[in-house]
Every structure is written in structure tokens, then in C-alpha cells.
């Protein structure tokens, strides 16, 4: 099975706010192994902007410490999975928590 997961980062590590991110780590995942991970920049972050941009990188899953009301709305409507309150990690542990059903959520890190 292939997934694709998405994860805000600042310095290429999760960033708490979901829309201020300096790039997007895009991690491949196959057989419940990561097979690939690259950073990609954003385009500007406009409201409505980075689900848009996801989807068409085919993500099936965003791990975030917090995002908008909206952009979570926007994700459900594109059926891509949304994991938040996530406190800190690489991307790549991140994923790994999530396919070792170990990953830690917790509350909207973000307040708007």
C-alpha cells in the first residue's frame, strides 16, 4: 500500500503553525516503509491555498501541531487524513509514529 504524508516544517522540522511553514516535507510511504522524503516550498499562503497544493501532490495525510478551522474543513472535502497537536519531531519520525500507531496528537496548536 502507498501513502503520501505532508508535514509543516521550519528548519526541517515539524513547525507548530500549519501555515507559517518554510517548506512542506512530502514522505513516501510503501509497504508501511518510508521510501521517500523531500522538501518542498509552498507556494504563498493565502487562505484556501495549501489544501489545494497538497491535494495536487497526491497527500493523503497532513501531521501538524495546529491549523485554521478552514483548512481542516478544506482537507475533509479532498479525503486527506488530518493528525494535530503534534508537539515536534523529523518528518520522518513523525511518519513512523504514525505506522507504528504511535503517534502522539493532542490539542489544535493553533487558535484561529
Known amino acids: 500500500m502507498k501513502m503520501k504524508f505532508a508535514i509543516p516544517t521550519l528548519g526541517n ?3 507548530a503553525h500549519f501555515g507559517h511553514c518554510e517548506k512542506f516535507a512530502i514522505v513516501d510511504v510503501e509497504d508501511n516503509k518510508v521510501i521517500k522524503e523531500e522538501f518542498i516550498t509552498p507556494p504563498v499562503h493565502q487562505p ?3 489544501p489545494k497544493f497538497l491535494a495536487d501532490h497526491g497527500v493523503h495525510v497532513i501531521i501538524a501541531g495546529g491549523m485554521g478551522q478552514k483548512a481542516q ?3 475533509a472535502q479532498n479525503n486527506i487524513e488530518v493528525h494535530m497537536g503534534v508537539q515536534d519531531g523529523s518528518p520522518s519520525e513523525l ?3 504514525y505506522l507504528n500507531d504511535q503517534l ?3 490539542q489544535n496548536l493553533c487558535d484561529h
Open 13 to 15: 522540522k515539524l513547525t
Open 48 to 50: 484556501g491555498v495549501y
Open 73 to 75: 474543513d478544506l482537507f
Open 95 to 97: 511518519v513512523e509514529h
Open 104 to 106: 502522539q496528537t493532542g
